[in-house]
Antibody, heavy 120, light 107 residues
Framework: EVQLVESGGGLVKPGGSLRLSCAAS????????MNWVRQAPGKGLEWVSY????????FYADSVKGRFTISRDNAKNSLYLQMNSLRAEDTAVYYC?????????????WGQGTLVTVSS | DIQMTQSPSSLSASVGDRVTITCRAS??????LNWYQQKPGKAPNLLIY???NLLSGVPSRFSGSGSGTDFTLTISSLQPEDFATYYC?????????FGQGTKVEIK
């Protein structure tokens, strides 16, 4: 069974940093591209970042470019999101999501999400 | 960036109704269009990818159509478990973008 479990969320002050993790199991992690998608409270979905299976390709939404860094460790079946210079508008539930094989940009499995709250 | 616009933003329907949700892209995205269902407090679930391909395990009452800029999601006979918010999403070019969502409520 495919499982994605996020961790690392919490309350952080504006300008602070946080590192999210996503532990993957039930599939060959190293064969799949991965993404982070977020959802502000009561709002819609916003794609945040993409990383290819071997980390050769990385993309970011303009809203986080230069502040967030996506990475992965295929040996540990883990995906990460380093978030720096956090702003109030970064407050959201952050989901890790697996790319649908052969249809990049479609997300076929999602974690349960981890809440990041940026507030003083 | 490609803008995705869904209509309506919300709708009320009864069990057994046929429901159609539309999604329009700000430029042609070929068939790079996905549909998700999200229930309150839960992660989204992929229903349809590449405009019309039903993900394995998704009930056949869900269907998708369209190409270019105009797409539809149809639920042929609404079931109680289908009351949720539905999002379209383009995977034609980065940044991947979502529609604003359509909330399907019980009439």
């Amino acid at each position: 069974e495919v499982q994605l479990v996020e961790s690392g969320g919490g309350l952080v002050k504006p300008g602070g940093s946080l590192r999210l993790s996503c532990a993957a199991s039930g599939f060959t992690f190293s064969s799949y591209s991965m993404n982070w998608v977020r959802q502000a409270p009561g709002k819609g979905l916003e794609w945040v970042s993409y990383i290819s299976s071997s980390s050769s390709y990385i993309f970011y939404a303009d809203s986080v470019k230069g502040r967030f860094t996506i990475s992965r460790d295929n040996a540990k079946n883990s995906l990460y999101l380093q978030m720096n210079s956090l702003r109030a508008e970064d407050t959201a539930v952050y989901y890790c999501a697996r790319d649908l094989l052969g249809h990049s940009g479609g997300f076929d499995y999602w974690g349960q999400g981890t809440l990041v709250t940026v507030s003083s | 960036d490609i803008q995705m616009t869904q209509s309506p933003s919300s709708l009320s329907a009864s069990v057994g109704d046929r429901v159609t949700i539309t999604c329009r892209a700000s430029q042609s995205i070929s068939s790079y269009l996905n549909w998700y269902q999200q229930k309150p407090g839960k992660a989204p679930n992929l229903l349809i990818y590449a405009a019309s391909n039903l993900l394995s395990g998704v009930p056949s009452r869900f269907s998708g159509s369209g190409s270019g800029t105009d797409f539809t999601l149809t639920i042929s006979s609404l079931q109680p478990e289908d009351f949720a918010t539905y999002y379209c999403q383009q995977s034609y070019s980065s940044p991947w973008t979502f529609g604003q969502g359509t909330k399907v409520e019980i009439k």
